[in-house]
C-alpha cells in the first residue's frame, strides 16, 4: 500500500493535505494526470454575421493540453508586456511603446486556428504576435531595450519587429493593410494554399487605403482575413466619436464579415477557423471584428485616464478578463489545477526575469553597423546632419 502511494504521489501534478479531525491523522492526496478531464467543450457567443448564411459553431472543443498552451501564451503575453511598461518608466526603454495587455485572446486565438506558415501582418502594437510567431521574450524585450540581441538587432525598436511569415509591426496607421493584400496575392500566385492575417485597429479602420485593398482583394478574391482588432478607443478618441458606423465588421460592403468576442480565446479560435477555411476554399477576403480592450494608455505616454475612468478598465478587469475567463474554464471544468497554474506562472516570470536580465545587459549594436541592411548600396553615403566631411560606407 506504502509502495502504491508513492507511486501515486510520483506521477501527481498536484497534491492536498487531508487531516482527519478525529485523530489528527494527516494524509497526503494526490491526484494524477488521469484525473483531470482531457477534453471538454464549452459554449460560446455566437458571432455577428455580415453577408454570410452561417457563421462559426456555437460550440467549441478543448483538450486539456491546448487550454494549458493558450493559458501559457496569454500570461507570457500579459507578463512580458508588465515588464516592458516597467522597463519604460525605468528609462531603459525610449521612445514609442504599445502595449497588449487584455488583447492576449486575439493573438492566441488566431494562432491557434491558422498554420504557422500561413503569413500574418499587424500594425504597431506587435509585441504580443512576436512572441506567437515564434520569436524569444529575450529578442522582443532586447529589441525594445535597442540592444544588439534584439530580434531586429536593436534597430527598429518597439514598432518594428518580424519574422519568418511575419511582416512586423508598422508605424504607419493603416499603411500594413495594402501590404497583407500584396501577401495574400503572393500567396494567391505561388498557388500554395497559404492565407495572409491582416490586422489593424479601430482607429485606422477609417483609412482610405483599407478601402482600396478591400476592393482589390474582392476583386480579386485573395485569400486574405483582414481583422479589425477593436479595443475601443483610437489613441484618445472612442470610436462612437470617431467613426459614423462601429459596425466594423460590415465596413467591407461586399465583402462578408463577422463581429467576434475578442476577450475569448475559444471565440477567436473558432471565428479565425471559420474565415481561413472561406479564404481557402478560393471564396476570397472575409473581415473580422475583434470586440477587445487595452488596459495601458494607446502608447506609453498616454496615462490612459484622461479619456476613459479608472472604473471602466477595472471593470473590463473583473468581469471580462481573457486569462481569468479561460483559468475559471481550466478549474471549473477539472480540467487542470489552481497549484498547476501557479506553477505555470512562476516559470513564466523567471523566464521574463531572466530575459530582462539579459535586455538590460546587452551592448547597444555598435556604430560602424548603422549603415548595414540598407538598400543604398554606392558608397560612400552622405547622411543629412552628420559633419560634412564624414563618409558612412554601407556594408549591405
Not at 146 to 154: I, L, N, S, T, Y
Not at 261 to 273: F, P, Q, S, Y
Not at 297 to 321: A, F, L
Not at 373 to 383: A, G, K, Q, S
Request: glycine share 8%; proline share 4%.
Amino acid at each position: 500500500h506504502c509502495v502504491d502511494v508513492l507511486c501515486a504521489l510520483s506521477c501527481a501534478h498536484d497534491s492536498a493535505v487531508i487531516v482527519n479531525h478525529r485523530t489528527g491523522a494527516r494524509v497526503v492526496v494526490s491526484r494524477s494526470f488521469a484525473d483531470f478531464t482531457p477534453q471538454a467543450t464549452f459554449e460560446i457567443k455566437k458571432c455577428d454575421l455580415h453577408r454570410l448564411e452561417e457563421g462559426p459553431p456555437l460550440k467549441a472543443e478543448m483538450t486539456r493540453e491546448q487550454g494549458l498552451q493558450y493559458y501559457r501564451t496569454m500570461q507570457t503575453v500579459r507578463r512580458m508586456e508588465l515588464k516592458a511598461d516597467q522597463l519604460y518608466k525605468q528609462k531603459i526603454i525610449r521612445g514609442f511603446c504599445h502595449l497588449y495587455d487584455g488583447q492576449e485572446a486575439c493573438a492566441a486565438g488566431i494562432e491557434a486556428a491558422i498554420n504557422r506558415s500561413d503569413h500574418l501582418i499587424t500594425a504597431y502594437r506587435a509585441h504580443g504576435y512576436t512572441y506567437t510567431r515564434g520569436v524569444a521574450i529575450k529578442e522582443i524585450l532586447a529589441e525594445l531595450t535597442g540592444r544588439k540581441g534584439g530580434v531586429a538587432k536593436g534597430k527598429g525598436g518597439s514598432m518594428h519587429m518580424y519574422a519568418p511569415a511575419f511582416y512586423g509591426g508598422n508605424g504607419i496607421v493603416g499603411a500594413q493593410v495594402p501590404l497583407g493584400a500584396g501577401i495574400a496575392l503572393a500567396c494567391q500566385y505561388q498557388g500554395n494554399n497559404q492565407l495572409c492575417v491582416t490586422l489593424y485597429g479601430d482607429g485606422a479602420a477609417n483609412q482610405g487605403q483599407l478601402f482600396e485593398s478591400f476592393n482589390m482583394a474582392a476583386l480579386w478574391k485573395l485569400p486574405c482575413i483582414f481583422i479589425c482588432e477593436n479595443n475601443k478607443y483610437g489613441m484618445g478618441t472612442s470610436v462612437e466619436r470617431a467613426s459614423a458606423s462601429t459596425d466594423y465588421y460590415k465596413r467591407g460592403d461586399f465583402i462578408p464579415g463577422l463581429r467576434v468576442d475578442g476577450m475569448d480565446v475559444l471565440c477567436v479560435r473558432e471565428a479565425t477557423k471559420f474565415a481561413a477555411d472561406h479564404c481557402r476554399s478560393g471564396k476570397g477576403p472575409i473581415i473580422m471584428e475583434l470586440q477587445t480592450y487595452r488596459y495601458h494608455g494607446h502608447s506609453m505616454s498616454d496615462p490612459g485616464v484622461s479619456y476613459r475612468t479608472r472604473e471602466e478598465i477595472q471593470e473590463v478587469r473583473s468581469k471580462n478578463d481573457p486569462i481569468s475567463m479561460l483559468k475559471d474554464r481550466l478549474l471549473s471544468n477539472n480540467m487542470a489545477s489552481a497549484e498547476e497554474l501557479k506553477e505555470i506562472d512562476v516559470a513564466i516570470r523567471k523566464e521574463v526575469e531572466d530575459a530582462a536580465q539579459y535586455a538590460t545587459s546587452d551592448p547597444e549594436p555598435p556604430l560602424e553597423e548603422l549603415c548595414n541592411h540598407i538598400f543604398y548600396n554606392n558608397p560612400p553615403l552622405e547622411v543629412r546632419g552628420t559633419h560634412p566631411w564624414s563618409k558612412l560606407k554601407s556594408l549591405s
